[in-house]
């Protein structure tokens, strides 16, 4: 189940999960993309159901969950994927909107995915989840400052602090990926 799956890396991770015979549930807040995502999905001849979700309600992230148990039986691997990047900028000049949507998606939206992935899986007696960061959450930028990391810095705590009996908990960090988000300034 990955969600921010309509496009860039959660839309190649559905599409790699395919070619191995997952059946999955596609989450994103955008419809036309992530519909897109399933069809390309069921190209290569796997299941796939769309549910619009946006990470940052716990309502969808529950409505997503429970999607998977009703067609699935099951839930055994989410990619907590979806966000959303603004420009780097000094501090004083983040706007207040700003900061509290990225930490609504980037960081709020990985607590309430796992909030309710997590009883789902222990359900099913075990399962893998996989939270997205980003180097630069580790390391900063010098004489910088993007939100975008600095949210990503509370995902890593989260995930490194959360050990579920049978659930591994793990960070994918990947390298810059041409996608909508590294276009738009990170
Ligand atoms: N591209 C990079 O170089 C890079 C590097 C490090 C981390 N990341 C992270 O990887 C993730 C995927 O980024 P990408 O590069 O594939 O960008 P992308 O813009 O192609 O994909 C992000 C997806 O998340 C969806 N999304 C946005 N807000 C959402 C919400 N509230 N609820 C559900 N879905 C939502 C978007 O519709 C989109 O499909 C992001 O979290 C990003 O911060 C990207």
Not at 34 to 44: K, M
């Amino acid at each position: 189940m990955p969600t921010g799956a309509g496009s860039g890396i959660g839309r190649a991770t559905a599409l790699a999960f395919a070619s191995e015979g997952a059946r999955l549930i596609v989450g994103d807040v955008n419809e036309p993309d992530g519909l897109a995502t399933v069809a390309a999905v069921q190209e290569r001849g796997a299941e796939a159901e769309f549910v619009r979700a946006d990470v940052s309600r716990s309502g969808d992230c529950a409505a997503m969950v429970e999607r998977a148990l009703r067609r699935f039986g099951r839930l055994d691997v989410a990619f907590n994927n979806a966000g959303i990047n603004l420009p780097v900028a000094p501090i004083a000049e983040v706007k207040e909107s700003d900061w509290e949507r990225i930490l609504a998606i980037n960081l709020t939206g990985v607590y309430l995915c796992m909030k309710h992935e997590i009883p789902a899986m222990k359900r099913g007696g075990g399962g893998a989840i996989f939270a997205i960061i980003t180097s630069i959450g580790l390391t900063g930028i010098a004489s910088r400052f993007s939100i975008v990391p600095r949210s990503r810095s509370l995902v890593i705590a989260i995930v490194v602090t959360n050990r579920v009996e049978n659930i591994s908990t793990m960070q994918t960090r990947p390298g810059t990926t041409l996608s909508t988000v590294s276009c738009s300034g990170l």
